[in-house]
């Protein structure tokens, strides 16, 4: 198992502020996803990140995969309260089928 | 579109107890999944299925067994519940496999064993 480490474990930010979550591992990934998971529901796609080096923005978030495809980040300017949720980082590894491991996620809360 | 529907919501189960949390998807994907989530843990993959009549192990498959008889259905069994399978489980679906593939998530269920 290709252990997916998350940073910070929680994060409290007022409105407008900018943060950013860590998603590292020791390991190489074919790819990375991002979700998000708002109480009571499952977790829903952000992104997925294939390429070494590559970024992605989706409007106020921006998705960074590391050039040796073993670390990630997501950046979120000017959070909202809306951007509240548990961030979950999800890495398929090069010799699985395409099982995803799951990091144990980033709790982000922002008050207005 | 439903997407991914579970039933039970929410159950209570005395130790040694048996149930069945059902999963079913609208999507026709091929691909089936259960989690469960614990605080501080993340996901961890209990059994999986590529296709209907196949089920595989994942992370962590003891104490429970899963049956797809039908593509769309997805069942979870716990044999005799144990105070450690206290969790959220979540069905998962997706079309297919490689790094692209989207898993789309069910409501989850969550279970307590007394």
């Known amino acids: 198992t290709q252990l997916l480490e998350q940073s910070p474990q929680f994060l409290s930010i007022q409105e407008g502020e900018n943060l950013t979550v860590y998603c590292n591992s020791s390991?190489?990934?074919?790819?990375l996803q991002w979700y998000r998971q708002e109480p009571g529901e499952g977790p829903v796609l952000l992104v997925t990140?294939?390429?070494?080096?590559e970024v992605k923005k989706l409007k106020r978030l921006t998705f960074q995969f590391g050039d040796a495809r073993k670390d990630s980040s997501l950046h979120i300017t000017a959070a909202q309260p809306g951007d509240t949720g548990l961030y979950l980082c999800?890495?398929?590894?090069?010799?699985?089928?395409?099982?995803?491991?799951f990091g144990a996620g980033t709790q982000v809360v922002v008050t207005p | 579109n439903a997407g991914v529907t579970q039933t039970p919501k929410f159950r209570i189960l005395k130790i040694g107890q048996s149930m069945t949390l059902q999963c079913t998807q609208d999507?026709?994907?091929?691909?089936m999944y259960w989690y469960r989530q614990d605080p501080g843990m993340g996901l961890r993959l209990i059994h999986y299925?590529?296709?209907?009549?196949?089920?595989a192990k994942g992370e962590v498959p003891d104490g429970y067994n899963v049956s797809r008889l039908k593509k769309q259905n997805f069942l979870l069994g716990l044999e005799s519940a144990a105070p450690s399978q206290t969790s959220v489980y979540f069905c998962?679906?997706?079309?297919?496999?490689?790094?692209?593939?989207?898993?789309?998530f069910g409501p989850g269920t969550r279970l307590t064993v007394t």
């Open positions: 390991s190489v990934f074919s790819s």
């Open positions: 998962a679906s997706s079309r297919g496999t490689g790094p692209s593939r989207e898993q789309y």
């Open positions: 990140v294939v390429t070494g080096g």
């Open positions: 999800a890495g398929t590894a090069p010799d699985s089928w395409g099982k995803l491991q």
């Open positions: 999507m026709n994907h091929n691909y």
């Open positions: 299925s590529v296709g209907e009549g196949t089920t």
